[in-house]
């Protein structure tokens, strides 16, 4: 058995393939050089998810904190609401969540001048110091909650 191509086997053989025997060093180094394009772009969507997630984790637990601030208030008697604010650690606190500090700041005012029976309070939380996330600093704008409470309900709750 002759395992050397007479000269119509090579030409046979030419034909098959096209004349091509494999890739070039030059066509493989842009495949590579498209293929690290396209993986550079897919690794900074990670990040950008990263720091989404990061946001809205604070978003939460900055809404969870304005909350409870909200429902110890909404379960005061309406006429002793500035005493439960002193009592619960004043209008301004730092009160801490899953590890993280909040600045709450509690308002309450009368929602209209001289006439003490209706009252809007605002609670605003927001996280204390800034986040660092792959180098980057952001500030997250907190939360604020409002509501208005009145006594002019029927009640033992009821005010003058």
């Known amino acids: 058995m002759n395992l050397t191509l007479t000269k119509q086997g090579r030409a046979a053989a030419l034909r098959r ?3 091509e025997d ?3 060093l030059i066509e493989t180094s842009i495949a590579l050089v498209v293929m ?3 993986g550079l772009g897919a690794a900074s969507l990670f990040f950008y998810a990263i720091g989404a997630n990061s946001t809205s984790r604070d978003r939460e637990l900055s809404m969870a904190v304005a909350q409870q ?11 002793d609401l500035e005493t439960t604010v002193t009592a619960i650690g004043g209008a301004n606190k730092t009160e801490i969540s899953a590890g993280r500090s909040y600045e709450v700041a509690t308002t309450i005012v009368e929602t209209f001048a001289g006439n003490a029976s209706v009252k809007t309070v605002t ?3 927001t996280p204390a110091g800034d986040t660092v ?5 952001r500030v997250f704008g907190g939360v604020t909650l ?4 009145s006594s002019t309900g029927v ?3 009821a005010g003058p």
Not at 133 to 137: Q, V
């Open 17 to 19: 393939t096209g004349g």
């Open 22 to 24: 494999g890739f070039t």
């Open 36 to 38: 690290m394009v396209v």
């Open 69 to 79: 601030q909200m429902e110890r208030l909404r379960n005061t008697e309406f006429l």
């Open 123 to 125: 609670v605003q939380v």
């Open 133 to 137: 996330l792959a180098g980057i600093t």
């Open 146 to 149: 409002v509501t208005v409470r």
């Open 155 to 157: 009640g033992p709750n």
